[in-house]
């Protein structure tokens, strides 16, 4: 059974960083493509980040790009998201998710691509 536990939220500064953490188990990293989405109040889930390691390949949404950065750890089953220059925009409950195949740009920031998800854990950015 897949499961994704998301850590590391908070309140922060406008300017600040912080990393995310996604404890994610029952799963072979090298099969999945790894995501990050995010949804505020009101608004619709968007697509942050996504990482595919069969495939080597990173994307970013537009908003967070140069910001941001997704990685991952294959020994501990973990994946990251590094935020850096945060805005109040930036806002939101933050979610891991996983795919259970490689997709390209245009798979990954659909959230109808993902299969399992995170239950999400909130930032906050004051300004």
């Known amino acids: 059974q897949v499961q994704l536990v998301e850590s590391g939220g908070g309140l922060v500064q406008a300017g600040g960083s ?3 953490s996604c404890a994610a188990s029952g799963l072979t990293f090298s099969r999945y493509t790894m995501g990050w989405f995010r949804q505020a109040p009101g608004k619709e889930r968007e697509f942050v980040a996504a990482h595919s390691w069969s495939g080597g390949r990173s ?3 537009d908003s967070v790009k140069g910001r941001f950065t997704i990685s991952g750890d294959n020994a501990k089953n973990m994946v990251y998201l590094e935020m850096n220059s945060l805005k109040p925009e930036d806002t939101a409950v933050y979610l891991c998710a996983a795919a259970r195949r490689i997709g390209f740009y245009s798979d990954c920031e659909r959230s109808t ?12 950015v004051s300004s």
């Open 113 to 124: 691509f993902y299969d399992y998800w995170g239950q999400g854990t909130q930032v906050t």
């Open 59 to 61: 994307y970013y949404g």
């Open 18 to 20: 912080q990393r995310l």
